[in-house]
């Protein structure tokens, strides 16, 4: 039986300027940082929870990153989404909308890193 997410996999172009966006502009927090048989193994995670997002390189002619059977997009949650967001975009992290979207089950925006990759931000609603 699985019981827990344990990593995310993002596909990055440049691991150090990555991990500066996730760190010092998402504000998660760096967990693992070695090299591996495979390549640097660098992973970042919101402190206090146990999930981990691996931060891998991938060959720049590769296309997309993580190519056409890469993970679909990380989604991270917040309990007050508005404020966050305001805290984001002063540390200079972009949107694909100007302010979050009400929807029928929440708040959501998608910010976007480095490389392109979507990261949904997410508040759910309260019964």
Avoid: C
Avoid at 66 to 76: D, H, K, T
Avoid at 113 to 119: K, S, V, W
């Amino acid at each position: 039986m699985l019981t827990n997410i344990m990593y995310v996999t993002i596909y990055v172009t440049d691991q150090d300027r990555a991990l500066e966006f996730y760190t010092e502009g998402l504000g998660l927090e760096k967990r693992l940082d070695f090299p591996g048989p495979d390549g640097r193994f660098l992973t970042v995670g919101v402190p206090g929870s146990p999930v981990q997002i691996i931060l891998w390189s991938h060959a720049p002619d590769a296309g997309q990153p993580g190519g056409s059977g890469a993970p679909g997009p990380l989604i991270l949650e917040s309990e007050d989404l508005r404020m966050v967001f305001e805290a984001m975009r002063r540390r200079g992290v972009a949107f694909e909308e100007s302010e979050p979207v009400d929807y029928p089950f929440g708040v959501r925006i998608e910010a976007l890193d480095p490389d392109g990759n979507r990261i949904s931000l997410r508040q759910q609603l309260k019964p």
